[in-house]
């Protein structure tokens, strides 16, 4: 079945920086568009950033554009988050998401915090 497992979360201080990872798992990564989406406590889940199945193309949130970096393994079936710069804001549980077969797959999420 489809999995997904997020790792690489934790506490930062301000101006700080983490990468986070997913491993998939279940179906054919390299085929599929790969995203990263945050809910921070209280808000609605929002998409972060995506990148291509061949990763040709990549599109970010404004609020992460220029400080998050997302990027792909095929040959290992892992999805990176890259998050330089992080801020108080970027605080957050940190899901990666596939979409397929008409449906969306969730990981279990990784808790990032950013405070002093």
């Known amino acids: 079945q489809v999995q997904l497992v997020e790792s690489g979360g934790g506490l930062v201080q301000p101006g700080g920086s983490l990468r986070l990872s997913c491993a998939a798992s279940?179906?054919?990564?390299?085929?599929?568009?790969m995203r990263w989406y945050r809910q921070a406590l209280g808000k609605e889940r929002d998409m972060v950033a995506q990148?291509?199945?061949?990763?040709?193309?990549?599109n970010y949130a404004d609020s992460v554009k220029g400080r998050f970096t997302i990027s792909r393994d095929n040959a290992k079936n892992t999805v990176y988050l890259q998050m330089s710069s992080l801020k108080p804001e970027d605080t957050a549980v940190y899901y990666c998401?596939?979409?397929?077969?008409?449906?969306?797959?969730w990981g279990q999420g990784t808790q990032v915090t950013v405070s002093s």
């Open positions: 279940g179906f054919t990564f390299s085929r599929y568009t």
């Open positions: 990148i291509s199945p061949a990763a040709g193309i990549t």
């Open positions: 998401n596939v979409r397929l077969f008409g449906g969306d797959y």
